[in-house]
């Protein structure tokens, strides 16, 4: 299904932020690596932590779901041994647990999304996996993958967090399992650091211990630990947000998100920093985040490394603002559902946006005027760019069309169901 996203100039409303997909993932698997039976209160419903909720259950969880929780009864140390596992498009999903399933025999993680999660590589896990005695086969770093392990042993384990947090994660939900310690040396520059305080915020809760660097470059994990079952609550997810909070930002608004922490780890909150440096109106009290926006937005420089998955709504509204944008330190952007720089400017272009690429830069020369619009635009299969590239339609003066845009669910099922409650004029229409 394609989107038509119409030019809006009022957006105006209530909403509640949807849960974090990051915490819902985490927590599901820590209640699936635990013996015994765990809550997890209010978790996200999206293609990714449904795929997560799939695979543990195929790996020999229980799990029963109401409206408000989840109940997980985990395997512990013992996964079932399975022949396949889908993880669909979610590449957090499928590293995680191709740390997971070597402790099973023989695994193959198979590649429903070609064009997407099966264009991603993989090849720093792969490495540091072998040197668990994790024997892999794989297409080159890429899906299909199959894991042969069954008794992976700890020690010193090396790992590159050049271009993903992922992989040093995958490691730290596995290695405390481990018969042996193990030590994890991180090389090179660590991407996305807030995501891994995440993991470690999620293992502490669940009763791991791991002793880590201040700068989390290396990692001392004591083996023979066993994950306790645990009552965790999922708090409001700032990625999803961060597309509501930009398209207040760039319209005349009047827009209420509940359910966002003002203390929370999550390093996306750093959307309501970066808007208020772009003196868009609002306020941030008892995890309410209020906008009134009037439209007027200035440009920002700013770190995109610790915020990765706001920067495209951070860059949607940089569109629009006065002066020149430059969000630096974004590399990892490369190495998502797709390329998040060229593959998202290249759309930008398309409707009339005035931006330039780095290798690890986005450059926006602001049209505070707005833009042409009247294009039809490809997605990329790619929720972050969907919901980015919605933002700058609503500031078009022509209406876009965003090709595939129901691969949202991926992470926000529900984005354009709120952005209509908060009068965006957006319809549905089936694909050309």
């Not at 290695?175 to 915020?201: A, F, M, R, W």
């Amino acid at each position: 299904m394609d989107v038509i996203v119409n030019p809006t100039p009022k957006l105006q409303g209530n909403i509640g932020a949807l849960s974090s997909k990051n915490y819902t993932t985490r927590y599901l698997l820590v209640a699936a690596l635990a013996e015994g039976t765990s809550t997890v209160y209010f978790p996200a419903h999206s293609e990714d932590s449904d795929a997560m909720r799939r695979c543990i259950q195929d790996l020999g969880a229980t799990l029963i779901e109401d409206d408000e929780k989840a109940i997980i009864t985990g395997f512990g140390k013992h996964p079932k041994d399975v022949k396949e596992l889908n993880v669909g498009n979610a590449g957090a999903v499928l590293r995680f647990l191709m740390g997971i399933a070597s402790l099973c025999s023989d695994v193959t993680f198979v590649n429903t999304y070609p064009d997407s999660l099966g264009k991603r590589p993989h090849d720093d896990l792969i490495v540091a996996l072998s040197q668990l005695g994790v024997e892999v086969e794989h297409n080159d770093g890429r899906l299909p993958i199959t894991i042969r392990g069954g008794h992976p042993i700890g020690g010193k384990i090396k790992v590159s967090g050049e271009v993903s947090s992922q992989y040093l994660s995958a490691l730290l939900f596995l290695t405390p399992l481990l018969e042996e310690d193990s030590e994890i040396e991180v090389l090179g520059d660590l991407k996305s650091k807030v995501v891994v305080g995440q993991t470690l915020e999620v293992l502490e809760q669940a009763g791991i211990v791991i002793h880590a660097s201040e700068d989390y470059m290396v990692f001392r994990v004591p083996g023979r630990q066993s994950y306790e079952a645990k009552t965790y609550t999922v708090q409001g997810d700032y990625p999803g947000s961060a597309a509501i909070l930009a398209a207040a930002a760039v319209t005349q608004s009047d827009v209420i998100v509940e359910r966002l922490s003002a203390t929370s780890k999550q390093g996306e909150r750093a959307i309501v920093d970066v808007l208020k440096m772009m003196e868009v109106p609002l306020t941030h009290e008892n995890d309410i985040v209020h906008v009134q926006g009037n439209g007027t937005l200035k440009a920002i420089e700013f770190d995109g490394d610790a915020a990765t998955d706001a920067v495209l709504a951070m860059v949607a509204a940089a569109v629009f603002a006065e002066g020149t944008s430059r969000f630096y330190n974004v590399e990892n952007l490369r190495y998502k559902e797709c390329d998040r720089i060229t593959d998202y400017l290249a759309e930008l272009r398309k409707a009339g946006a005035n931006v330039e690429e780095r290798q690890a830069e986005i450059i926006v020369h602001g049209r505070p005027e707005g833009v042409e619009g009247g294009v039809e635009i490809n997605a990329h299969y790619d929720h972050r760019v969907i919901m980015a590239l919605s933002i700058v339609g609503l500031r078009s003066k022509q209406p876009i069309r965003i090709k595939d845009a129901h691969h949202v669910a991926k992470s926000y099922p529900q984005f354009f169901d709120h952005m209509k409650a908060l009068g965006a004029q957006v319809e549905w229409v089936d694909s050309l």
